[in-house]
């Protein structure tokens, strides 16, 4: 298993799907078609006096130029790339978000317990989807839909209390970015772990958990 991928680096190797040199418009088009992940436009970021602003025109926006636009973006979420193609030829500079709770959850950790996760991961041989490292020094590991119920649990049962761990897991209701969305100055999303045909079919959270609440314990 290898993870820590090249994007990291910054090497040109080949993605799935592929986003150096391509357009928000097609990479979210690439997204619904290739992945059949639901997409979604956000946030965009404009320059005011020289200074990259969120389009939501908070000066003090969390996530500048990276979070839903509108309200009622669950309904717009869209798995057609013909929708997405056109929902981002009206605004090509918006933001890339995945609803979670769909195709996929996510498991959120910091970027820390993140990496020493992977890094156990590969030890122990697990086969993982898709992980994203953002800006904002956070991971998230893609795994089947459910997770957000069950994830609780199975940390209990680990011997850790949910609230004590840097450990959430994303479902309906959320979302995540997507690469190559940016925060701001602060820099885009990467993949840490790179869509592939070989991870188009998620693990489970139970397979991972426990990787996962080790790395954040330690990380406490």
């Given amino acids: 298993m290898l993870c820590v991928e090249e994007t990291i680096a910054g090497t040109e190797a080949a993605q799935i799907p ?13 997204y619904a078609e290739e992945r059949h992940w639901d997409v ?19 000066t003090a926006c969390a996530v500048p130029g990276a979070h839903p636009s509108r309200e009622d973006w669950a309904t717009q979420a ?7 193609r056109r929902m981002w030829q009206k605004q090509p500079t918006a ?11 996510a498991i959120s950790v910091a970027e820390t317990a993140g990496f020493l996760a992977l890094a156990r991961m590969e030890r122990m041989e697990l086969t993982l989807g898709p992980v994203t490292l953002t800006p904002d020094r956070r991971m998230h590991f893609f795994v089947l839909p459910g997770a957000s119920v ?22 309906e209701g959320a979302y995540v970015a997507a690469p ?6 602060s820099g885009a999303v990467q993949w840490a772990c790179r869509p592939t045909p070989a991870n188009r ?10 990787p996962l609440a080790y790395a954040c314990g330690r990380d406490r």
């Fill in 18 to 30: 592929k986003q150096r040199g391509e357009s928000l418009l097609e990479t979210a088009v690439r």
């Fill in 40 to 58: 979604f436009p956000g946030t965009w970021l404009e320059a005011v006096d020289g200074v990259q602003r969120c389009s939501c025109g908070d």
């Fill in 78 to 84: 869209t798995g057609s790339a013909t929708v997405a």
């Fill in 95 to 105: 933001s890339i978000l995945l609803p979670t709770g769909r195709t996929f959850d």
């Fill in 150 to 171: 069950k994830v609780p649990e199975l940390v209990r049962k680990l011997g850790w209390t949910p609230s004590s761990l840097d450990l959430v897991a994303l479902g």
């Fill in 180 to 185: 190559p969305t940016r925060y701001g100055s």
């Fill in 201 to 210: 079919w998620l693990p489970d959270a139970e397979e991972l958990i426990s």
